[in-house]
Each structure stands twice: as structure tokens, then as C-alpha cells.
């Protein structure tokens, strides 16, 4: 488990520093782990295929007004897929951001969120030893 | 809308939508807690496979 967590970590880096520079994710840093992440997901079906089926849904939705990136929301379905406890950590400092950010520059104001994500799976790392003791 | 989401590249959220989504999701996901569906334990030992 912890080469794909370290991989994962490593893929959520290139992501992160590409939106901090360009505020865009290249498709093909995002479309093949979003594509595997689905197969995965009908291949397995039951928790699986329905955490990626809501988390796609409430992104895709959350695109389509206008509130957020296809690439975060393939990023995040992705997480959620192959690493639950980083996806968890992702959503929730994806709110604590956006609350701040809320408060001090208004509810349209943007941020890159994929950082964001990155900082949520690497925080998995320590979160899993000290609740498994390992990985 | 989904082929659109599919190519489309940014990298932005918005706030609202930010917060918003993040809030859908983890009640989601305490709901599925509440139920005694352990979602992101199973999903793990799923991945663990890899």
C-alpha cells in the first residue's frame, strides 16, 4: 500500500505545482488516473463505485455552475478511490480553505484547490501511522 | 456537461462551491457512518489490493 500512497503523493505534486503556476492541470497528468480510478471503481463496484459515482456527481455538478475545475474534480474522484484517508483529509481542508479564504476575500473569490488536495494526502501519511500504526 | 468536465483543465474553486461540495461530502459521508457503512474503511481495504 505505501508505493501507491507515495506515487499518489508524488503524481498530487506535479498537479499541485502545475496549478499554482498556470491555475490549469494538464489532461494527461489528470484524464489517465481519472480513467483508472473509474475502472477500478465498476471493476470492484459496491463502496467503491459509489464514492466514485457521488464524489464525481457533486463535482460535476459544482463544474457545471461554474464553481469549480475539471481537473480538481478528477483529482478528488481519483483520491477518493485510491486514497480514502488522503480524500477524507483533502475535503475537509478543502472546507477549512475555503472558509477562510470566504471570510477574507468574499464567496467568489478563487484559489487553487489541487495544492490543497496534495495537502491533504501527504497529511494522510502521519494521520494512518498514528490511527494503524502503519500504512 | 461530462465530456466538458472531462477535458477541461482549471485548476480554480470557487468558495461557495468549495465549501459547499466539501460540506455535501463529508455529511455524505457521516450518514454512511451513521448507517454502520464503514464507506472509506471498505474503499481502503479495496485499494489495499494494489
Known amino acids: 500500500m505505501i508505493w501507491i500512497h507515495l506515487a499518489i503523493i508524488l503524481w498530487l505534486g506535479v498537479c499541485a505545482v502545475q496549478d499554482l503556476l498556470r491555475r490549469q492541470v494538464s489532461n494527461w497528468l489528470t484524464i489517465p488516473p481519472f480513467v483508472a480510478a473509474g475502472v477500478w471503481a465498476v471493476w470492484h463496484g459496491g463502496a467503491t463505485l459509489l464514492m466514485f459515482g457521488l464524489v464525481s456527481l457533486v463535482m460535476v455538478f459544482s463544474f457545471w455552475k461554474g464553481g469549480t475545475g475539471g481537473a480538481d474534480g478528477k483529482i478528488l474522484a481519483t483520491l477518493a478511490v485510491f486514497l480514502p484517508a488522503g480524500f477524507l483529509l483533502a475535503v475537509v481542508l478543502r472546507l477549512v480553505v475555503g472558509v477562510w479564504l470566504w471570510m477574507r476575500h468574499g464567496r467568489r473569490a478563487h484559489f487553487p484547490a489541487v495544492p490543497v488536495f496534495a495537502a491533504g494526502a501527504v497529511l494522510s501519511i502521519p494521520v494512518s501511522i498514528i490511527l494503524q500504526g502503519g500504512f | ?50
Not at chain 2, 464503514?38 to 479495496?46: A, K, M, P, Y
Open chain 2, 1 to 50: 456537461m461530462f465530456a466538458k468536465f472531462f477535458f477541461n483543465r482549471d485548476g480554480n474553486d470557487m468558495t461557495e462551491y468549495a465549501v459547499i461540495g466539501a460540506v455535501v461530502l463529508l455529511v455524505a459521508l457521516a450518514g454512511f457512518q451513521m448507517l454502520g457503512v464503514n464507506i472509506l474503511g471498505t474503499i481502503q481495504s479495496v485499494a489495499g489490493a494494489i
